[in-house]
């Protein structure tokens, strides 16, 4: 009867019912059987029955007051819900064992199972995906553990990037800039508010972009860094159209600093026609004409 999963999940779904005959549920024994048929379930690739399995298996343990293990089953049926494709159930249940894990009071546990989900959504539906990850960054950040978020915020940018989703993609690296600073990552911050114009830039916004690094220079830090250096010539380049000047800034080791998908959109900068920008920056430069000067 051991090896028969079937007969398993019959036998502990009796454990937890009340009946003429049991006057009391049994979760412990019941719990132990739904984990052995989960992965039995699991071992013989039936995905459907082991996810279902493993979602009572931890309704079990929360019911043995045990959220920790109630958690990693949660996990575990979400990893079968990605193999079968059910990319809603992959969120819900990813975002249950985080809560289980909290109330664990174990934060970083909590946003790892967020990450978890979000990469496994990331071909599936990648705009849960970035959700995820920006419900990762908050646990950490809120448990005062920002510097364990800059790799979530770096997918969540990369994600972004992929869905062509420009301002958002620069909105995320901001925050991922920001969240540096409360933890004196002043080199992370730096480089965080570069690829954040270098993205306005691959998204053709000039404006945009030196709206950005105006904003930026206000943060002495990085108005004294390489990088703002980097950005200041940069939109330099931009301004007066120079195309050579843009690609030769672009390539620079500062840039190449940077993470990969950054540099990969760098590489292809301009993105469209730069002496546009020149024509605007001529006229913002006239001065008008003051009648009374003659000299």
Known sequence: ????????????????????????????S?????????????????????????????????????????????????????????WKEVADFYRRASELYNECGRAQPAADALGKGARALEDGAPDEAVQLYTEACAILEEDGKEQMAFDLYRDAARVYLKLEKYEDAATILISLALAADKCNATHSQCKAYLSAIIVYLYAHDFKQAEKCYNDCCQVDV??????????????????????????????????????????????????????????????????????????
């Open 30 to 86: 019941a719990t132990g059987l739904y984990e052995e048929a989960a992965n039995l379930f699991r071992v013989a690739k039936s995905y459907e029955k082991a996810k279902e399995a493993f979602e009572k298996a931890s309704k079990g343990q929360e019911m043995l007051s045990s959220p920790w293990d109630a958690a990693k089953h949660m996990e575990s049926a979400a990893t079968m819900a990605k193999e079968l494709g059910n």
């Open 222 to 295: 990085f108005m004294n860094s390489d990088q703002g250096r980097c950005a200041g010539k940069l939109l330099s380049a931009y301004a007066e159209g120079d195309v050579e000047d843009i690609k030769r800034v672009a390539q620079s080791s500062t840039v190449s600093n940077l993470d990969h998908t950054i540099i990969k959109i760098a590489r292809k900068l301009p993105t469209g026609d730069v002496s546009a920008f020149k024509n605007e920056s001529m006229k913002d430069n006239e001065e008008p004409l003051d009648e009374d000067d003659l000299t």
């Open 1 to 28: 009867m051991g090896s028969d999963p079937e007969k398993l999940i019959t036998k502990a779904d009796k454990l937890t019912k009340l009946s003429f005959t049991r006057w009391s549920i049994d979760w412990k």
